[in-house]
């Protein structure tokens, strides 16, 4: 029987570097939905620890039968716990590097915490956001998207006007997506889209508070129209970001459908 260091001199077939002769090159090749522990930046302070999805690939060229996979986790576990977006160019050049690639992208995506005190008591609870890295690079030139998901409360103008007393609600999840000139912090972003709603959501509310979100609510009806609207607005006055998409989806409380709405700068 061989040792292990017999078994570390052999040499093995490297299949995915032989040559292949259909001269298709693929866009993108490597790793998706793997788990990662990770410490991101959400705002002023300590890192926050969270798990996150992500995708690995590359750009392989024509000539390669294969990319080496293992390769894509050796530069993942490299780099280490603690990702912020200034960290995400170097880890797309260590890809291109190590998988002698042309091109290279990434995809994070991960839950965040931001804790919130309710209105009137202070009553302090942690509430729960999704945020996405997506990243490309090919060694020259570098893009990154943030993006956010946050849910909100919306009230009907409609239901508001036409009603005696009363008037419909629901929970509408908005997607914030941007190009900037430096990287926005998650909080701040929440902020953007929070500010946007009728009221925005808290983990614990006492009934001082309930009566203070629902009457907040009340006096601040928005359609999924004046939802995306109120979120662009906040987003193009600000010299900071250089392109934004944002979208937002009302989870119907009296429709048997929900109501949607996307808005984009176009360069």
């Known amino acids: 029987m061989k040792s292990p260091e017999d ?8 299949t995915q570097s032989e040559r292949d002769h259909r001269r ?7 790793v998706k939905n793997l788990r990662f522990p990770i410490q991101v930046a959400v705002g002023p302070g ?3 620890s969270t798990i996150a999805t992500v995708q690995l690939t590359v750009e392989l060229p024509q000539e390669f039968k294969g990319t080496h996979m293992s390769r894509f986790l050796e530069v993942l576990q490299a780099h280490g716990p603690v990702l912020h977006p200034e960290d995400i160019e170097h880890l797309l050049g260590s890809l291109i590097e190590r998988l002698h690639s042309k091109r290279s992208h990434l995809d994070f995506e991960f839950p965040f915490f931001l804790e919130k005190k309710a209105p009137v008591t202070g009553a302090p609870g942690l509430v729960d956001y999704t945020a996405r890295f997506s990243a490309t690079s090919d060694g020259d030139s570098h893009d990154l998207v943030t993006t956010v998901v946050a849910n909100v409360t919306t009230l009907c103008p ?4 036409i009603s005696e007393t ?6 509408g999840q908005v997607t914030l997506s941007l190009r900037s000139k430096k990287p926005l912090p998650l ?10 709603a009728s009221s925005e959501l808290y983990s614990v509310l006492k009934r ?11 006096a601040n009806p928005v359609f999924v129209e004046d939802l995306v609207r109120n979120v662009a607005a906040k987003v193009i006055a600000d ?5 934004w998409q944002v979208e937002a989806e009302n989870f119907e409380s009296i429709h048997n459908h929900n109501a949607y709405a996307l808005v984009e700068k176009h360069t």
């Not at 409609?158 to 006007?161: I, L, M, N, T, W």
Request: with cysteine; hydrophobic share 35%; aromatic share 4%.
């Open 7 to 14: 078994h570390a001199t052999v040499t093995l077939r490297d």
């Open 24 to 30: 298709i090159v693929i866009d993108r090749v490597g």
């Open 46 to 48: 300590e890192p926050q």
């Open 158 to 161: 409609c239901s508001k006007a």
């Open 166 to 171: 009363g008037a419909h609600n629901q929970r």
């Open 187 to 196: 909080a701040e972003m929440v902020s953007l889209i929070e500010t946007s």
């Open 208 to 218: 001082p508070d309930e009566k203070a979100v629902t009457e907040r609510a009340y």
């Open 239 to 243: 010299p900071r970001i250089t392109w």
